[in-house]
């Protein structure tokens, strides 16, 4: 833990378990809104068969990524998360939404 704290620039235990709370909410959040959003969207896994994990899978992403922020910053997060959603768009050859 203590690796990880270092790694994330945490102080604390308790600040630890805040992130890894809004890391848990976010994941279960945006499974649970992709099902109506794919409905909303006419996606069903009939129309898509074998492609519908990975259509649904695409669409989680900008919701989670969303979320995350937005979790984080009700649990007093958002710099935090702010600073990791920067790192992984920017890993993900998304840098230029971003000016530094």
């Known amino acids: 833990m203590n690796k990880l704290k270092e790694r994330w620039k945490i102080e604390s235990n308790y600040q630890l378990t805040i992130i890894f709370i809004v ?6 959040a945006s499974a649970w809104l992709s099902k109506p959003f794919c409905f909303w969207l006419g996606i069903t896994k009939e129309d898509l068969g074998l492609w519908f994990t990975a259509v649904r899978l695409l669409l989680i992403f900008p919701i989670y990524q969303v979320l995350l922020v937005t979790i ?3 649990f007093g997060q958002f ?3 702010w600073s990791f959603e920067k790192k992984m768009l920017k890993r993900l ?3 230029f939404l971003f000016k530094e």
Do not use: N
Not at 23 to 28: E, L, V
């Open 93 to 95: 050859g998304l840098g």
């Open 72 to 74: 984080g910053f009700l």
């Open 23 to 28: 890391f848990a909410i976010t994941g279960s």
């Open 79 to 81: 710099k935090f998360f």
